[in-house]
């Protein structure tokens, strides 16, 4: 069945870039779409989205320097020491945790690799490609840290507007029954390697200002539906499809467009 529906797509989706599956999948795979967009295109409104703020707060980056002993340079045992310091802040209650190297270190990665891109780095004679995206995301130790940023994100996007993203909650998997919202945040969506409910895909994409297709192939029926900022309109600027318990880069052969019904049209 998995396979017929995949062939049926072949036409209006030809390329698909296969994503490490690791639990964080979605993140690694929206990541990488809206990225690959900036670099193929520079759009400076989703590129200045990682060092912004979702709903105008604070910015979502800690402000540890990298050479504190909260920073990169504090050696293995510190910044173990401090991820659990993280994660205990989480438990208690401050979401996201006001001292986080780990997504402190990916908010910096990201905000390098669009500088780049842009030659606006000092020490970048030439613009990132796909290959450097690649590294990063799917082969790069560094990608936990900027999954860990991309985690930290949602969290802030989804404890700023608790009112909104609760109703979401039934609709999630058994493992949310009977949590509260930051109870889910501490235990599903700060950590990493665990999978993404339709939740965390709409805080994410809210927080990232930029709307995202999911095209379902892992349901009954394949149809596709868009996440992003409320009243953002236009055609989506990346598009990941959703495998049973995963997700991949998909690339569309032509501009498509989501319709209401969650059918494909052209643009």
């Given at each position: 069945?998995?396979?017929?529906?995949?062939?049926?797509?072949?036409?209006?989706?030809?390329?698909?870039?296969?994503?490490?599956?690791?639990?964080?999948?979605?993140?690694?795979?929206?990541?990488?779409?809206?990225?690959?967009?900036?670099?193929?295109?520079?759009?400076?409104?989703?590129?200045?989205?990682?060092?912004?703020?979702?709903?105008?707060?604070?910015?979502?980056?800690?402000?540890?320097?990298?050479?504190?002993?909260?920073?990169?340079?504090?050696?293995?045992?510190?910044?173990?020491?401090?991820?659990?310091?993280?994660?205990?802040?989480?438990?208690?209650?401050?979401?996201?945790?006001?001292?986080?190297?780990s997504a402190y270190r990916g908010g910096q990665l990201l905000l390098r690799l669009l500088r780049s891109a842009w030659f606006k780095a000092p020490d970048a004679d030439a613009p990132c490609d796909v290959s450097t995206l690649e590294r990063l995301l799917n082969h790069s130790a560094d990608s936990g840290d900027v999954i860990r940023f991309a985690r930290s994100l949602t969290v802030r996007e989804l404890v700023s507007a608790e009112s909104f993203y609760e109703p979401f909650i039934p609709g999630c998997g058994r493992d949310y029954t009977g949590l509260s919202l930051r109870q889910i945040c501490v235990r599903h969506v700060l950590p990493l390697g665990f999978e993404v409910e339709q939740l965390q895909i709409i805080a994410l994409c809210t927080a990232l200002g930029a709307t995202v297709a999911v095209l379902d192939v892992a349901g009954s029926q394949v149809g596709a539906i868009k996440h992003g900022p409320e009243g953002q309109r236009g055609p989506p600027v990346a598009w990941v499809a959703h495998l049973p318990g995963h997700y991949d880069v998909i690339y569309p052969a032509r501009p498509l467009d989501v319709a209401p019904g969650g059918g494909l049209v052209d643009v």
């Open positions: 069945m998995l396979c017929a529906k995949l062939v049926s797509l072949e036409d209006d989706f030809p390329s698909t870039r296969r994503v490490a599956g690791d639990g964080n999948c979605f993140y690694r795979a929206a990541l990488f779409a809206l990225l690959e967009h900036v670099l193929a295109a520079p759009d400076p409104p989703l590129g200045e989205s990682p060092g912004a703020s979702p709903r105008g707060g604070p910015a979502a980056t800690t402000t540890t320097p990298v050479g504190s002993p909260r920073g990169a340079g504090a050696g293995v045992l510190t910044a173990a020491a401090a991820t659990a310091a993280a994660q205990a802040q989480a438990e208690a209650g401050l979401l996201p945790p006001a001292h986080d190297p």
